[in-house]
C-alpha cells in the first residue's frame, strides 16, 4: 500500500469568507484512504474554533500570520511556517489568500517541498490600490509565481488574466469553483424565522447583500442603491450581513439617506438559508471578485441575483434568466435591475425557478475530487 499524501493547506486568516470555507472544507474532506492533511493559519479570527475542532487534521496557528504587510511580523511567520513544514513534511503544500500565497510559497521552497499549488480567489493586486501599492503586490506575485508549480483559478476570467499578465501559462493552471455546500441551500429555509428574528414585516419584499464591509464589496454602492429602491418601492426591506471596517460608514450614510428601521445591519448571521428563503433579490455590489460564494448560495437557494459584472461573476450569473448584470461602480444601474424584478412578478419567479440549475461544478465536494485529481497528478508527475 502506497504512503499517504500529505497535504498542507496554507491560508492568512480564517475570516467568514469563501476562500476560508474552500481551505476548511478542503483540509478537512480529503479522502483519508490516500491523503493526509495539514492546514496552517494565523489565528484571531471567527473561524478559529472550526479549524481547533478538526481533530483528523493537523494544525499549525501562525501566530505572527497577519493580513497588513509588517517585515518584522511577516520574517517570524515565514519562520513559523518553515517549522511547520519542517513538521508535517508535506508532499503538496496548497496556498490560498496573497500574504499566505507569498509566504507559504517562500516557505515550501525554502523547504524543498515536491510540488507547490497556489489557488486564485481573485488578484492580491487590484484596481483599489494606489499604483505604487498596486505595482508593489503584483512584484510579489510575480516572483511567488516561480516557486509554484501549478494555480488554481476560481474563475475562467481570472486564469485567462494570469495568462495575460504574464504570471503562469495556460497549461500550469486549472480551473476548479469554489466549493459551496449545495445541498444545504437548496433545501427549504426558515425564511419565516428568518423574518421574525430581524423584526422585518411579513409579505413585504427583501434585498439581501452578503459580504463582509470592505471597499471590494463596495457596502456604501449598496447603502445608495438601497435609497434608490426605496423610492421606487415604499415597503422594500434591506438586510445586509457581514462585518468589517466600513459597517459604521454604511451605517451612518443609511441614516442620512433616510433608511433608518429600513436596513438591518445583521453582522454575521447564523442562518444564511432562512435568511436567503425569507429574500427577495439578492444583491452583490462588488468592485472585484474571484467568484462569489455567497452569489452561489443564492442561486441555490433558488433567489435570483443582481451583481455587478467583475471577475468571475458573470460566469454564473445569466443575465434576464436567473438574475442580471450591472456595472460595478454605478448605484443606479443595480437600484433599476433590482426594482424591475421586483415590478415583475412573472419574470421574478422564472428567474427564481432557474436559479439553481447548472451549479453542480460548484459544489464543494466535487471540488474536493477535482483538488485530490490535481494532487494525484502533482506527486505523480511534478511538472516543474
Given at each position: ?30 479522502d483519508r484512504d490516500v491523503f493526509d492533511a495539514g492546514l496552517a493559519w494565523g489565528p484571531g479570527d471567527v473561524l478559529d474554533e ?167 464589496k463596495a457596502p456604501l454602492d449598496f447603502i445608495r442603491a438601497a435609497a434608490l429602491m426605496a423610492e421606487e418601492v415604499p415597503d ?50 462588488s468592485l472585484h471578485e474571484g467568484l462569489p460564494c455567497s452569489v452561489v448560495e443564492s442561486l441555490a437557494a433558488g433567489v435570483p ?80
Amino acid at each position: 500500500m502506497n504512503p499517504p499524501i500529505r497535504v498542507l493547506t496554507v491560508i492568512t486568516r480564517l475570516e467568514l469568507g469563501g476562500a476560508q470555507r474552500v481551505a476548511l472544507h478542503t483540509a478537512s474532506h480529503l479522502d483519508r484512504d490516500v491523503f493526509d492533511a495539514g492546514l496552517a493559519w494565523g489565528p484571531g479570527d471567527v473561524l478559529d474554533e472550526e479549524a481547533r475542532a478538526l481533530t483528523d487534521v493537523t494544525r499549525f496557528e501562525i501566530s505572527s500570520l497577519v493580513r497588513p504587510v509588517s517585515p518584522m511580523s511577516d520574517l517570524r511567520a515565514l519562520a513559523e511556517l518553515r517549522s511547520a513544514i519542517r513538521r508535517f513534511q508535506p508532499d503538496v503544500v496548497h496556498t490560498h489568500s496573497s500574504k499566505a500565497g507569498v509566504l507559504g510559497r517562500l516557505a515550501a521552497r525554502l523547504e524543498n517541498v515536491p510540488a507547490v499549488v497556489h489557488t486564485v480567489h481573485g488578484f492580491g493586486f487590484t484596481p483599489l490600490q494606489s499604483p505604487i501599492g498596486r505595482a508593489a503586490f503584483f512584484r510579489a506575485e510575480k516572483l511567488a509565481a516561480r516557486w509554484t508549480n501549478h494555480f488554481v483559478a476560481v474563475s475562467r476570467v481570472n486564469l485567462d488574466r494570469g495568462v495575460e499578465l504574464g504570471l503562469w501559462k495556460a497549461e500550469e493552471a486549472t480551473v476548479i469553483r469554489a466549493g459551496v455546500d449545495l445541498d444545504r441551500f437548496r433545501a427549504p429555509g426558515d425564511g419565516l424565522g428568518a423574518r421574525r428574528r430581524l423584526d422585518l414585516p411579513e409579505g413585504v419584499p427583501l434585498v439581501t447583500q452578503i459580504g463582509n464591509f470592505k471597499p471590494q464589496k463596495a457596502p456604501l454602492d449598496f447603502i445608495r442603491a438601497a435609497a434608490l429602491m426605496a423610492e421606487e418601492v415604499p415597503d422594500l426591506r434591506f438586510v445586509m450581513v457581514g462585518d468589517g471596517p466600513l459597517r459604521g460608514e454604511a451605517e451612518a450614510r443609511a441614516a442620512e439617506l433616510g433608511l433608518a428601521g429600513r436596513v438591518v445591519f445583521c453582522g454575521w448571521w447564523d442562518d444564511v438559508p432562512g435568511l436567503l428563503a425569507a429574500t427577495t433579490v439578492s444583491v452583490l455590489s462588488s468592485l472585484h471578485e474571484g467568484l462569489p460564494c455567497s452569489v452561489v448560495e443564492s442561486l441555490a437557494a433558488g433567489v435570483p441575483v443582481v451583481a455587478t459584472a467583475v471577475d468571475g461573476t458573470p460566469e454564473v450569473i445569466r443575465p434576464g434568466i436567473n438574475g442580471d448584470l450591472v456595472p460595478p461602480g454605478d448605484p443606479a444601474a443595480l437600484a433599476r435591475a433590482v426594482v424591475a424584478i421586483l415590478a415583475d412578478d412573472q419574470r421574478r419567479q422564472s428567474m427564481a425557478a432557474a436559479a439553481a440549475d447548472g451549479l453542480d461544478d460548484f459544489g464543494r465536494d466535487h471540488m474536493v475530487r477535482k483538488l485530490e485529481e490535481l494532487y494525484r497528478w502533482m506527486v505523480g508527475s511534478n511538472p516543474c
